[in-house]
């Protein structure tokens, strides 16, 4: 009876299985972002950006938006915004353009965005995000609650929903500003990456984390000596990239990039990863 019942669960795991794989399509390229308000969006969404979005390009919605007719958990067409409900432009708009447009057309791509204006890394430590968020200034609760105070949980849950469709093939960070000169910022990060690898069940070695500067000290940027810090990134995590804010222009505070920085810097972070997966790098605008 015993050897029955048990080959009885293994024929059952292995027909699971085999559903869960059959749903999975190798083609569809996943990416998870994360980071503060130059991840989320501040810039406003200009005509140019909202038009001419492939279907090949999807976002996976991290919180409920009605106003978008859009639900959590659910993918969608890469319209911005793309982080949460009335965010601004990203990265990662341009990021996932600029693979679509250079990836065989098999491929899709697929984007989940969490991020928290304002927020330090920490807010992003799985074991320690509860003494984070009880201190944090009263503008920050919004966006904390969209996330049921949580954000790596969120981001972590929509993964797993991702990977019923896609492979998760790369992690976009922009954060530091809150963080500027914070010797420890590369450890912290790696706890992050590490702790992602681990609840995802990915291979360090197969997800590289590629992060983004700061505003540039040529723009003005009034947290540009974090950029020293950001470049010692690889360092401590073997499989991270630092992509270059050089020359991407800026809004007025010298906190944020503009639309158009942030159209460039978004096509640097696609140029990376295209060189990661074996194609040639796009000249960028």
């Known amino acids: 009876m015993k050897k029955n019942l048990s080959a009885a669960t293994l024929l059952l795991g292995f027909l699971l299985w085999s559903l869960t794989a059959s749903a999975q399509d190798k083609n ?26 492939s279907s090949r390009f999807r976002v996976m919605e ?5 106003n978008l007719g859009r639900k959590m958990g659910q993918w969608y067409t890469a319209v ?26 098999k491929v899709r791509i697929g984007i989940i965005n969490v991020a928290v204006g304002g927020c330090k890394i920490e807010l992003f430590d799985k074991d320690h995000y509860e003494s984070y968020t009880a201190t944090a200034p009263g503008w920050m609760k919004n966006m904390l609650n969209a996330y049921d105070e949580n954000p790596y949980a969120r981001l972590v849950e929509m993964a797993k929903l991702a990977q019923k469709d896609g492979v998760i093939k790369g992690i976009l960070l922009h954060q530091g500003e809150s963080n500027t000169n ?11 990456y590490t702790n992602l690898m681990h609840d995802l069940n990915l291979k360090p070695k197969k997800v590289p984390l590629l992060a983004g500067e700061t505003v ?46 942030y159209r460039e810097l978004g096509k640097r972070y696609a140029a990376q990863m295209l060189a990661l997966l074996g194609y040639p790098d796009p000249k960028t605008d």
């Open 28 to 53: 569809f390229y996943i990416f998870l972002c994360f980071g503060q308000s130059n991840m989320e969006g501040n810039a406003r969404i200009e005509p140019q950006d909202t038009v001419k979005v």
């Open 62 to 66: 991290a919180v409920d938006c009605p």
């Open 80 to 105: 911005p915004p793309l982080c949460r409900c009335r965010t601004g432009l990203t990265p990662a708009d341009y990021f996932g353009r600029e693979l679509v447009a250079h990836l065989p057309e």
């Open 182 to 192: 914070d010797t420890l910022w590369t450890q912290k990060v790696a706890l992050v």
């Open 216 to 261: 540039h000290a040529d723009q003005g940027g009034i947290c540009a000596s974090m950029n020293r810090i950001i470049a010692t990134l690889p360092q401590t995590i073997k499989n991270a990239h630092v992509i270059s804010s050089a020359g991407c222009t800026d809004a007025t505070d010298n906190l944020h990039f503009d639309a158009a920085g």
